[in-house]
C-alpha cells in the first residue's frame, strides 16, 4: 500500500534554512502537499507541486520532487520562530490524502 | 464563511458512551472528508462524502463508527460504545471537488476517552 515517510525531528537556529524530507511510495499520485500543524490546531496547507514539475517556489517556501526516487522536500528559508511546528507532506491517492508522520521543526535563537 | 467547523472542540468521555461530532465544511465544498490523528502520528483517513453520498470508508472505520452528511452540507460522526484507543483527534476536511488541488481542514475535536 502507500506509504509516506519522514524524519521525526529537525532543529536550525533562527534566520537559517530548514530543508524537511520525505519520501513516498505511490508513482501515480498527481499531486504532493506541504501542510503544517501548530500545537492543538488542524492542518494548515503551506503548498503543492503537480507531479510533472521539478520545483515550485513560493515567497520563503521552496518545494523540490525528485519523481524517480520519489523524494520530495520543503525548504523554508530564512526560518523564523514562527516557523516551529509540526510538518506533514502528503500525496494524493485517487480521491483523499495519505500523510507522513511530521516532522517537529523547533526554531531556536 | 470562514473556513472549516468543528464542534466540539474537546470531548472527555467515558467509555462505552457513544458520542458524536459535527463538520460544517466550506458553503460550497461539495466534499467532506474525516480523518483520525493519533498522537504523534499523521491523519488517517476515514471517509469521505461527495454531496451526500458516502464514496468511501476506510478499514479503520469499524462497525461502532457512523458518519452521514443528509443533506450535503453539515456531517456528524458518531462513535458508538467508545474505547480507549478511539482516544484521538478527529479532523474534517472539504473541497471544491474531486480534481481540487486543495482540502481545507477544520481544527479538529479532540476525543479523550476515560
Known amino acids: 500500500g502507500e506509504d509516506v515517510e519522514q524524519s521525526l525531528f529537525l532543529s536550525v537556529r533562527e534566520g537559517d534554512s530548514s530543508v524537511i524530507n520525505c519520501t513516498y511510495t505511490d508513482s501515480s499520485s498527481t499531486y504532493l502537499y506541504w501542510y503544517k500543524q501548530e500545537p492543538g490546531a488542524g492542518l494548515q496547507l503551506l503548498t503543492y507541486?503537480?507531479?510533472?514539475?521539478d520545483m515550485k517556489q513560493d515567497q520563503r517556501l521552496t518545494v523540490l520532487l525528485n519523481k524517480k526516487d520519489k523524494h520530495l522536500s520543503l525548504r523554508i528559508a530564512d526560518t523564523q520562530t514562527g516557523d516551529s511546528a509540526i510538518y506533514f507532506c502528503a500525496e494524493k491517492d485517487t480521491d483523499k490524502l495519505i500523510f507522513g508522520t511530521g516532522t517537529r521543526l523547533q526554531v531556536f535563537p | 464563511d470562514t473556513g472549516v467547523s468543528q464542534d466540539p472542540r474537546h470531548k472527555i468521555t467515558k467509555r462505552g458512551q457513544n458520542v458524536t461530532f459535527r463538520c460544517d465544511p466550506i458553503s460550497e465544498h461539495n466534499r467532506l472528508y474525516w480523518y483520525r490523528q493519533t498522537l504523534g502520528q499523521g491523519p488517517e483517513f476515514l471517509t469521505y462524502f461527495q454531496n451526500e453520498a458516502q464514496l468511501e470508508k476506510s478499514r479503520l472505520l469499524s462497525d461502532r463508527f457512523s458518519a452521514e452528511r443528509p443533506k450535503g452540507s453539515f456531517s456528524t460522526l458518531e462513535i458508538q460504545r467508545t474505547e480507549q484507543g478511539d482516544s484521538a483527534m478527529y479532523l474534517c476536511?472539504?473541497?471544491?471537488?474531486?480534481?481540487?488541488?486543495?482540502?481545507?481542514f477544520g481544527q479538529g475535536t479532540r476525543l479523550t476517552v476515560v
Open positions: 507541486i503537480f507531479s510533472n514539475m
Open positions: 476536511a472539504s473541497s471544491l471537488d474531486g480534481e481540487s488541488t486543495e482540502a481545507f
